[in-house]
């Protein structure tokens, strides 16, 4: 949708037009069902997360300014509707605002087993899938936010710091904290063929 | 980078200089000149060579990904929810429901 299109679509949304919401929610849901199923890892909260976005976004239309698109602004929505419930959730173990500190001991590489020699079949299997979508779901939610939309979304870095009230600098190191830590837990799991619950 | 065993004749902080700089690196959007120290680097390091080539392949998989489908069920409980039910259709991929599942 062209910047021109999306105006006339804020307008009509802004005004109340009910045809407006329901393009509103058919061009995005599937988008932001798909995020909340990443950050979640169940249908369930995922579900409650999707109509929680497009109810606040409802009630808060009429505040848009448009100083990012409509997609944008429904992303940021959802990943603080996600990020506060796994914030009640588990309010020992997860900590939403993590610190942006460095820990180099975290990041240092420890597994060099180069997979990429691996047959491609090998790497796509759906056991792999599986592992991979685990993994990502184990991330602490302030490194899995950045990766899902920026990895996997495919949102722009500019977009995805947007969306999560970041700045620029905060997205590049946690999506490397990210990416380092996914990169050694498939390292792992390859170079052992699965990987032992010990190591979760 | 840190390698366990593995000999190579310079110190491994000279690896973990090069640490902040990978997913620049492998995004494409690293300085000219670190870009140039990293190659340099890593045609000496075979393990900075193997995490610069996992990291890629890694975000690769992922982006190869299938993408979770929302299932239609779900979409007609959101319009219900925003009252939008007089707007809502099935799509008619969704038939073939995504077998993906959570994640």
Same mark, same amino acid.
């Given at each position: 949708?062209?910047t021109?299109d /999306?105006a ?12 407006? %919401? ?5 061009e ?5 069902y ?9 249908e ?25 698109s409509?997609s944008?602004?429904? %992303? ?21 605002? /993590? ?21 491609? /079949? ?19 939610p ?13 949102l722009?870095?500019? /977009? ?17 904290r990210a ?5 050694e837990?498939?390292?792992? %799991? ?11 | ?11 491994q902080?000279?690896c ?7 997913s620049?690196?492998?995004?494409g959007?690293?300085g ?7 190659e340099?680097?890593?045609?000496e ?9 996992t ?9 190869q ?21 007089p ?6 991929s ?10």
């Open positions: 949708m062209d021109s /999306e006339v679509l804020v307008a009509r949304l802004q005004a109340g037009d009910q045809a407006a %919401y329901a393009q509103l929610v058919e995005h849901a599937g988008r932001i798909r995020l909340a199923l990443r950050m979640m890892g169940n369930a909260d995922a579900e409650d997360v999707l109509q929680e976005t497009f109810l606040s976004a409802f009630k808060s239309i009429d505040t848009f300014q448009a100083r990012s409509l944008t602004w429904l %992303y940021r929505i959802a990943s603080n509707v996600a990020l506060m419930r796994l914030r009640r959730n588990e309010p020992v173990q997860v900590s939403v605002d /993590e610190p942006l500190e460095r820990d180099d001991g975290e990041l240092i590489p420890r597994q060099f087993f180069d997979f990429c020699c691996l047959p491609e /079949e090998e790497l796509v299997r759906d056991e792999v899938r599986q592992e991979m979508k685990r993994a990502v779901e184990e991330l602490p302030s490194l899995r936010s950045v990766f899902v939309l920026r990895d996997i979304e495919e722009s870095t500019s /977009e995805t710091a947007d969306a999560l009230d970041l700045s620029i600098s905060a997205v590049k190191s946690r999506l490397m990416r380092l830590k996914l990169r837990r498939l390292s792992l %799991y390859f170079s052992h063929g699965s990987i032992s619950t010990e190591t979760r | 980078m840190g390698a366990t065993g593995h000999s190579h004749d310079h110190d902080h000279d973990r200089r090069y640490l902040d700089g990978l620049d690196y492998v995004d959007t690293l000219e000149e670190l870009c140039r120290e990293l340099a680097h890593m045609a390091c075979e393990n900075c060579r193997v995490v610069v080539n990291l890629t392949k890694t975000i690769t998989l992922y982006h990904l299938p993408s979770p489908v929302m299932p239609d069920t779900v979409k007609e409980r959101l319009y219900t929810v925003l009252d939008l039910k707007f809502y259709h099935p799509a008619a969704d038939a073939q429901a995504d077998t993906d599942q959570p994640g």
